[in-house]
Nanobody, 125 residues
């Protein structure tokens, strides 16, 4: 059974930093492209960042470019999202997701096959 488990969310002040982790089980992430999405109530799930299965290519939404960094440690079967210079508008539930390698860099949630349960990030002003 495939499981993606996010951790590291919480409450942080604007301008602060936080790192999210996504630990996979039942799935060898080295064969998959991975991504992070976020969602606020009443809105569609929004692409945040993605990383190719080799880690050689990274993709970011314009809203987080220069502030967020996605990375992966295939040996630990874990994906990370380092978030710096956080803003109140970053407040959301953050989801980790995995897709087939040929969809690498996809910003569409529909092309991601595996999803975590999400972790809440709240940024206070």
């Amino acid at each position: 059974q495939v499981q993606l488990v996010e951790s590291g969310g919480g409450l942080v002040q604007a301008g602060g930093s936080l790192r999210l982790s996504c630990a996979a089980s039942g799935l060898t992430i080295s064969s998959y492209a991975m991504g992070w999405f976020r969602q606020v109530p009443g809105k569609e799930r929004e692409f945040v960042a993605a990383i190719s299965w080799t880690g050689g290519n990274r993709y970011y939404a314009d809203s987080v470019k220069g502030r967020f960094t996605i990375s992966r440690d295939n040996a630990k079967n874990t994906v990370y999202l380092q978030m710096d210079s956080l803003k109140p508008e970053d407040t959301a539930v953050y989801y980790c997701a995995g897709c087939e390698a040929y969809f690498s860099g996809s910003t569409s949630a529909y092309q991601y096959k595996y999803w975590g349960q999400g972790t809440q990030l709240t940024v206070s002003s």
